[in-house]
């Protein structure tokens, strides 16, 4: 049977990938949705993306942008060295490429270029890095770069979880989709450690990038699974713990 599965910030932690994807028994039946991220932090960015191009192969998959990935493509494609980027682990991403052979770094400048700003699927569930701010959706968005820098919509969420989505002061926003799917803010700063649900929202980065988790939902069941920690997975680096 397939499933749809929702996967949250990696940042550079394909040890933790690869454990949660066989802890999960994923298939080529299922449906894999990523939410952006998946560099900056561990020491595996590089190896990350080059993992994900084959896994594509092999499985169906939907890749979004996130904000770090933003930040490598302006790297990888322009020159442009973010001085932000590079204490928030653009380091630790430039590192890994040392080994990267010329076809390899282009064929990641194509995987982010083709990263998708967001996903609706048929049920009416929304996916995107961190969240929007327009009334009328993620497409009304005048700057795209809100739906990888936005904080407000889980904030909302958080603020409107004991409300009846009657209420008149129930988030406009939360009720243009049935669901929707997150990462960007990590549940673990509200001492949250797996996929937690505020609202409608669920927010799937339990802090990978951090001492948490790398986290699977199935976005039908509810059921999830979760890698060890990632600070566990490499004990000789600091990720972004600085």
Known sequence: MSRNLVIGDIHGGLRGLTQTLDLAEVTPQDHLIFVGDYIDGWS?????IQFLLNLNKEIQC?????????????WLAKGQLD???????????????????????????????NLQNYFVDDQNRLFVHAGFTSLEGPAKE??????????????MAIDCNHLSTTDPFYSERLQLFHEIYIGHTPTTKRN???????????????????????????????????????????PSENGRNK
């Open 83 to 113: 001085s932000t980027w590079y204490k928030h682990g653009g380091k630790e991403t430039i590192k890994s490429y040392d080994n990267i052979n010329r076809q390899e770094k282009e064929d990641h400048i194509a995987f982010f270029e």
């Open 192 to 234: 949250v450690f797996v996929p937690w649900k505020q609202s409608n929202v669920w927010n799937t980065d339990t802090g990978a990038a951090f001492k948490g988790r790398l986290s699977i939902l199935d976005i039908d069941s509810k059921e999830f699974w979760q890698s060890d920690q990632l600070c566990t997975l490499y």
């Open 142 to 155: 005048e700057h795209p770069s809100v739906l990888y820098w936005d904080r407000t919509l889980w904030e």
């Open 62 to 74: 939907t890749f979004l942008k996130g904000n770090h990935d933003v930040w490598c493509h302006d």
């Open 44 to 48: 595996e960015s590089a190896q990350v």
